[in-house]
């Protein structure tokens, strides 16, 4: 079965801080992954995803995350924290076929 | 391009009522799905399609029933609400094998 682990339901960081937001993903083969982000009232938008090229990925908003295979891990990070970067975040798996498998979500605040 | 569209944004049923939230896609993808999203729970699968006249279930289907009569269009019908169906709903959809999913901007249901 194929699972989504986002550890953290709640992240709090300053402003101008780094922003780490965690991923584990369980799969049986090298899978697509992705991050998305939800702001309040709105519905999701893809910040990056990793499709078997560059272990790298970097997105929008100055967002990256870094495909570990030994790991299993798909951690979202961010330099420096804006007070817009407030949002819920999703992790998801696409392992084979056409089903997408989410986590639960981490919701991150930014403090002034 | 519109994207993905769905209508009503906001709906207020009594329990035993039955309703129809609207999806539409203009960028003839073929895979369409629908989820629920509730807090803490990250979204959750409810029904999905591969194609005009293909649709199979997710991960919580009971209450749900969908059609895919064209590319265009995947609508999700509750038969008879219950407040446990209290939720957002989104539809995405991609091309088959696609590596990311679009999403509407969401339904939020309130049964009462």
């Known amino acids: 079965a194929q699972s989504v682990t986002q550890l953290g339901s709640h992240v709090s960081v300053s402003e101008g801080a780094l922003v780490l937001l965690r991923c584990n993903y369980s799969?049986?083969?090298?899978?697509?992954l992705f991050w998305y982000v939800q702001y309040p009232n709105q519905g999701l938008q893809l910040l990056l995803k990793?499709?078997?090229?560059?272990?790298l990925v970097k997105g929008i908003n100055g967002f990256e995350a870094e495909f570990k295979k030994s790991e299993t891990s798909f951690h979202l990070t961010k330099p420096s924290a804006h007070m817009s970067d407030a949002a819920e975040y999703f992790c998801?798996?696409?392992?084979?076929?056409?089903?997408?498998?989410f986590g639960t979500g981490t919701s991150l605040t930014v403090i002034p | 391009n519109a994207g993905v569209t769905q209508t009503p944004k906001f709906q207020v049923l009594k329990t035993g009522q039955s309703m129809t939230l609207q999806c539409a896609q203009d960028?003839?993808?073929?895979?369409m799905s629908w989820y629920r999203q509730d807090p803490g729970m990250g979204l959750r699968l409810i029904h999905y399609?591969?194609?005009?006249?293909?649709?199979d279930q997710g991960e919580v289907p009971n209450g749900y029933n969908v059609s895919r009569s064209t590319t265009e269009d995947f609508p999700l019908r509750l038969l008879s609400a219950a407040p446990s169906q209290t939720s957002v709903y989104f539809c995405?959809?991609?091309?088959?094998?696609?590596?990311?999913?679009?999403f509407g901007p969401g339904t939020r249901l309130t049964v009462l």
């Open positions: 995405a959809s991609s091309p088959l094998g696609g590596s990311e999913q679009f």
């Open positions: 960028m003839n993808h073929e895979y």
């Open positions: 998801a798996v696409r392992p084979t076929g056409n089903q997408f498998y």
């Open positions: 990793y499709t078997s090229a560059a272990t």
């Open positions: 399609s591969v194609g005009a006249g293909i649709t």
């Open positions: 799969s049986s083969v090298p899978p697509y």
